[in-house]
């Protein structure tokens, strides 16, 4: 037993020193055969003859070997470490080609790697929660009235919490949060944290469990006496040094004394589900009481029961919507939420609609492997039309076809499994980097990692990869003739031809692959200068944005509103005079951010359907925000001394006037809210207020001495760089109130930036396959013009002692590398036409069939193909001919 | 049917070596051959090469070892040597052929008689 197992390790351990023992056996079988030779002699027989007979006792060396070999290992993987280490021999040799085929492997597989893991997360794998299927987002079909048509009132998430019969637990959070609406004090500088207000129940329905301490009581759900919070891992790992008793401590937020109760784990990421590119803090519990009369605050997100579907819950639903009430208190508004009430997967909600731009993403990716994969084909061949006589050689010794392709087989196995190596290591780096884009508004980019099913996409693509563009040039060369190959003298006839011909058509296949690549990324490329090019409104240049803390607190709202004017004058008085800043105002929300709406006023004097009166999105902001923020305004703007007391005005913008007064001038003109007038003073131009790709609705601007704002941002406005005045603009705030936290300090291009950035992340990734799409092309279109010089080295030599000119020569084989190109150039531009049909729901303001990305493409891949064939072509007439004919 | 008989006769290759190894003491290969091939008067081994097979068997069981040396006429060579473990083995194998033999020699001589009947 023991002895099975001894020699079970041995033959294995025999795997790794083959030659030695290979070396052992010949020197001992020589000394065999000359030790008989010697008996023999002594036979007294004749010196051949004498050996002679020693051979033939001795029956075949080559038997001998096999047997050999056989016993002391086990034969198949004996063989395959033999052919790996012939493979790595031979590699080694032909260093360039190994260096070539590994970094296209890398790249191409790193390239899949990467993007199957954002796919992977974004699309394949469900969402971080339990049970995520059964999760749910309820909002109305997208309308252009922005967050506030998405959200609920208390009342009408109350009675459709107790109305469903769908759901296990219904949910919700305050989504008119704005970034560093708190501030943390008590630990020296006051720090500006984001915390979010929690329907109570909101980690039990998501499925969260805390890493440490416990969820919100119902008591507390309810608003309990003491204020409490929950902190995200993140917060606690960085403002609280991963305090390990931070549970029951209190920390002061923005005034209050609020206890922690718990720790979030790690893998609960607010933002990266619900508000890409948004980091949350902290959160609380929503007081729906307290909320009750502020309107649509919260949105719903429910938790199916178990075998419920989404179309059952959406008839659910409608059956509940006419009996639900916007506020119970009047009988009015029931019913107001007919058809607004529409559950989703909330999977669908979070990545929906990143579906089209990853499976083009996807498909851009694999089209990489495929060029990729053609230039390994391509590189194989021409080595194998190099070893052709190798392989004859070897064939005639007596190795079967099979193990010929075996061999070829397990070069480009070793060659994508390296490549596959490199590839990860690539894409770590690649899906690390993005993991950490706080700036990138794509949902679930922080859990982006290489998992385990990234890493076996990895190896199923470099062995697909291997098999198939390895096998076949293998079948190529190990399936020609032994007796042609032995004859062919090096590039020339038979084999070479054939190979030629295939080369030919792999070129072609590949230049066809770039041309769709560089359409599709072009048209991707126009689609993002055009939204670039969007008048978003405002200027975002030259100016940046910061939160500004108030204490307004006053016994009545007139009180707190005279309060707030005089603040607000006074900030905007001193930071104006900072050096460098031209303009300041405030608004409490900014463009491309979130935004909310209140009522429907009408202009005076109109009746409108129901559901026909736009409701406006609204802002609330001081004199002088428009001319901070750049947007034209036509009328005037607002006073200080539109006070509380004095005549209501309000600015509406272009949208706006178009819908009250079409083919009017709406200033003077009076807009009723109830029966309250509002004077519009001013028209001010549209602006982007969520997207900045989506229509533009109405939007309605009030001054903050006669409504209350929900916090207030800052907006400068500089002749310089923005950044340069933040240290001046902050002191100011500090000065006029010592507990202005350190708040970050926005350049308000950064808005636009962060809005257009999954497109621009798109776009980028798309046009970076395209130009390594293009350089591999490019290699292809090389190696064949390349090789096919050097077989037509005789050829031109004839040529040109005939008299031809070098100019002739290069025109020759350049004109034979437009024929490749232009062949690949007319199937992709074919081809592309198809593909930008696919990807027109990606682009913005471009025609699938625009001609100046076609003509683009096709100028740029002609110039590629001269290039890449015009080296060889100057090789071609630096042919001697003397030397060229005697070349054989 | 072919296998089997091929697994016998290197069962019994083994065995020969074994205790041609045991009796010689050090030996190289074509001395074991030679040494078998005169024992069995030239009867038992096709041919000589096969014995590299069954000595590397053998010597990755443990049976054997094998070291470089000089032979008599200055020959550069690999000796062959039983080990204790051999030694074992051998006694058992040589047993059990005893009683295989004895065994088969019984059956035989029924099988003849079941025959003629």
């Known amino acids: ?888 | 049917m072919a296998d089997d008989k091929l697994d016998l006769l290197q069962g019994t290759l083994d065995l020969m070596v074994l205790q041609t190894l045991a009796a010689m003491g050090p030996l190289h290969g074509y001395g074991i051959a030679r040494r078998i091939e005169q024992v069995s008067g030239d009867t038992v081994l096709l041919n000589q090469g096969t014995i590299y097979a069954s000595l590397v068997r053998l010597q990755q069981k443990g049976w054997i070892f094998a070291e470089w040396g000089t032979s008599d006429n200055n020959r550069k060579g690999k000796f062959y040597s039983i080990t204790k473990g051999g030694r074992k083995q051998l006694l058992a194998d040589a047993a059990y052929w005893r009683r295989l033999n004895g065994v088969m020699g019984r059956v035989l001589a029924l099988d003849t008689g079941a025959k003629q009947e």
């Open chain 1, 1 to 888: 037993m023991i002895g099975q197992l001894r020699r079970f390790l041995q033959r294995f351990l025999a795997l790794f020193r083959s030659p030695a023992y290979d070396g052992e056996l010949e020197a001992e079988m020589a000394t065999h055969i000359e030790l008989a030779i010697e008996e023999n002699l002594r036979r007294g027989l004749t010196p051949a003859e004498a050996r002679r007979q020693a051979l033939v006792q001795f029956g075949g060396p080559a038997r001998s070997r096999e047997q050999h070999r056989d016993t002391r290992s086990f034969r198949l993987l004996d063989e395959m470490s033999q052919d790996l280490r012939y493979t790595l021999r031979t590699l080694r040799k032909d260093r360039s080609f190994a260096i070539i085929a590994l970094v296209i492997l890398a790249l191409s597989i790193g390239a899949n790697t990467a993007v199957f893991s954002v796919v992977n997360t974004l699309l394949l794998r469900p969402l971080p929660f339990p049970d995520s299927h059964e999760l749910v987002w309820i909002a109305p079909p997208p309308t252009s009235c922005g967050l506030s048509c998405a959200t609920y009132s208390s009342d009408a998430y109350e009675e459709f919490r107790d109305q469903s019969l769908a759901y296990q637990g219904v949910t919700g959070y305050e989504a008119f949060t704005t970034p560093d609406n708190l501030r943390l004090t008590g630990r020296g500088e006051p720090q500006p944290a984001t915390g979010i207000d929690v329907i109570g129940n909101f980690f039990q329905v998501l499925g969260v469990r805390p890493a440490k301490g416990r969820l919100f009581t119902a008591d507390e759900a309810r608003g309990g006496p003491h204020p409490v919070a929950l902190l995200s891992d993140a917060y606690w790992r960085r403002q609280f040094n991963a305090d390990p008793d931070i549970v029951g401590k209190g920390i002061e937020l923005s005034g209050t004394l609020v206890t922690v109760v718990g720790v979030l784990p790690p893998t609960f990421d607010f933002g990266a589900v619900f508000s890409p590119g948004a980091k949350v803090d902290l959160f609380t519990p929503l007081s729906l009481d307290r909320q009750r009369n502020w309107g649509n605050i919260v949105t719903l997100i429910g938790r199916l029961k178990p075998g419920v579907t989404t179309s059952q819950a959406l008839e659910d639903a409608e059956r509940i919507a006419p009996n639900i009430y916007f506020n119970t208190k009047y009988p009015e508004t029931r019913g107001r939420y007919k058809g607004r009430l529409v559950p989703v997967p909330l999977k669908d909600y979070v990545t929906g609609k990143l579906h089209n731009s990853l499976i083009a993403l996807w498909c851009a990716v694999g089209a990489i492997l495929l060029i990729a994969g053609v230039n390994l084909s391509n590189l194989l061949l021409a080595r194998a039309a190099a070893r052709g006589k190798e392989f004859a050689l070897r064939g005639a010794l007596g190795a079967n076809r099979g193990r010929l392709i075996r061999q070829l087989l397990l070069e480009s196995l070793v060659l994508s499994g390296a490549g596959a190596g490199l590839g990860v290591v690539l894409a770590l780096g690649l899906i690390l980097w993005l993991a950490h884009q706080g700036s990138l508004a794509l949902p679930l980019l922080s859990s982006l990692r290489i998992d385990t099913q990234a890493l076996a996409w990895t190896a199923l693509v470099a062995s697909v990869t291997a098999m198939v563009f390895g096998l076949l040039p293998g079948l190529r060369t190990a399936g020609g003739h032994l007796i042609e190959a032995l004859k062919d003298s090096g590039p020339g006839a038979g084999l070479g031809r054939k190979n030629q011909r295939l080369r030919s058509t792999l070129v072609v296949s590949e230049v066809a692959l770039a041309c769709m690549l560089l359409v599709s990324a072009g048209l991707l490329l126009r689609s993002f200068l055009k939204v670039l090019d969007v008048d978003l409104g405002f200027e975002p240049d030259h100016a940046a944005s910061i939160k500004v803390e108030y204490d307004d607190s006053a016994p009545s709202s007139e009180g707190s509103q005279m309060k707030r004017s005089v603040i607000f004058q006074e900030i905007l008085e001193r930071v104006t005079a900072v050096p460098g800043v031209e303009a300041a105002g405030m608004a409490d929300y900014l463009p491309l951010g979130p935004n909310r709406s209140w009522d429907t006023p009408v202009p005076q004097g109109q009746t409108f359907d129901p559901g026909q009166i736009p409701e406006p999105l609204v802002y609330v902001v001081t004199p002088g925000f428009f001319r901070a923020m750049g947007i034209r305004l036509h009328g005037r703007d607002f006073a200080w001394s539109d006070g509380p007391s004095s005549e209501r005005v309000v600015v509406i913008n272009e949208s706006a006037a178009r819908r009250y007064w079409p083919g009017e001038d709406a200033v003077n003109k009076i807009l009723m809210r109830g029966t309250e007038q509002n004077r519009v003073i001013a028209v001010v131009e549209d602006v982007h207020e969520e997207h900045v790709e989506t229509a533009l609705g109405s939007q309605i601007y009030y001054p903050m001495m006669q409504q209350g704002p929900n916090g207030a941002q800052l907006v400068v406005r500089s002749k310089t760089e923005p950044s340069t005045l933040a240290g001046g603009v902050l002191r100011t705030l500090r000065e006029l109130n010592p507990k202005q936290p350190a708040a970050e300090f926005r350049p308000i291009r950064m808005l636009v930036d962060r809005a257009v950035s999954p497109r621009r992340f798109f776009m980028l990734l798309v046009a970076a396959f395209a130009a390594l799409g293009l350089i591999l092309a490019a290699l292809g279109i090389y190696g064949v013009i390349s090789y096919a010089v050097a077989r037509q080295t005789r050829e031109f030599g004839i040529r040109m002692v005939l008299g031809a000119t070098p100019a002739l020569v290069r025109r020759i084989v350049l004109a034979n590398t437009l024929k490749l190109a232009g062949v690949g150039i007319a199937v992709g531009a074919a081809a592309s036409v198809v593909c930008a049909q696919i990807i027109a729901s990606l682009l913005f303001h471009t025609a699938p069939s625009d001609p100046a990305t076609f003509l683009l493409v096709i100028l740029l891949l002609v110039t590629v193909a001269l290039l890449a064939g015009y080296f060889p072509a100057l090789r071609a007439t630096r042919i001697e001919p003397a030397v060229s004919l005697r070349c054989d």
